[in-house]
């Protein structure tokens, strides 16, 4: 059974808040998430046969590589997240402006809002107020609309929790919804 040891980490407030942040992303605790940020054995190993070689070399300019890399990993994910946003509304990346992206959401919006017959009121108003929610939803509603088996409108319950006013629960709504493998999207 290997030991572990345990360490003291100071870090400022403002950082420990972003790291908490992190952390909440995938379920762990600000430490679990600095202990995975630490190179693991391997890493260290071949440093040190490194500095047998070079012995001027330093653990920083390491860390600067790893650093950087993740960045570039980062702002890869981020284009390509955007990318595919943009194309969900109908927009091209070559270069687009603020109007033509606000054009594309109130045409999605216009387009959810016109189908009548099965009205969106409840993902509709959550789109309003989320980007990036508005361009899966849109693409989900294109999708159900052409047939595709795995996407669905339908009506569901949506059960609230309590009333604003005195707390009593209130009892489910029935709405239209779009659902993704049986899923609300």
């Not at 606000?102 to 017959?117: G, P, Q, V, Y």
Request: aromatic content about 6%; some cysteine.
């Amino acid at each position: 059974m290997t030991k572990g040891k345990s360490i003291t980490l100071r870090i400022d407030e403002e950082w420990h808040r972003d790291l908490s942040a992190l952390a909440g992303t995938f379920g762990v605790s600000p430490d679990e998430v600095a202990r995975q940020s630490l190179p693991d054995v391997g890493v260290t190993r071949l440093f040190f046969q490194c500095k047998d070689y070079v012995e001027e070399m330093q653990w920083d300019e390491v860390a600067n590589v790893g650093r950087a890399a993740i960045r570039d990993h980062l702002r890869a994910k981020y284009m390509e997240g955007l990318s595919s946003h943009m194309a969900r509304l109908g927009v091209s990346m070559d270069n687009p402006s603020g109007e033509e992206v606000e054009a594309a959401k109130r045409r999605a919006l216009d387009e959810m809002r016109n189908d009548t017959e099965r009205p969106l009121d409840c993902q509709i108003a959550r789109a309003e107020q989320d980007s990036v929610y508005l361009g899966h939803l849109y693409e989900a509603w294109k999708h159900a609309k052409a047939g595709d088996p795995a996407y669905t409108i339908s009506e569901v319950d949506i059960s609230h929790t309590a009333s604003a006013r005195d707390g009593a629960p209130k009892p489910p709504q029935r709405t239209w919804a779009v659902l993704r493998d049986g899923q609300i999207v």
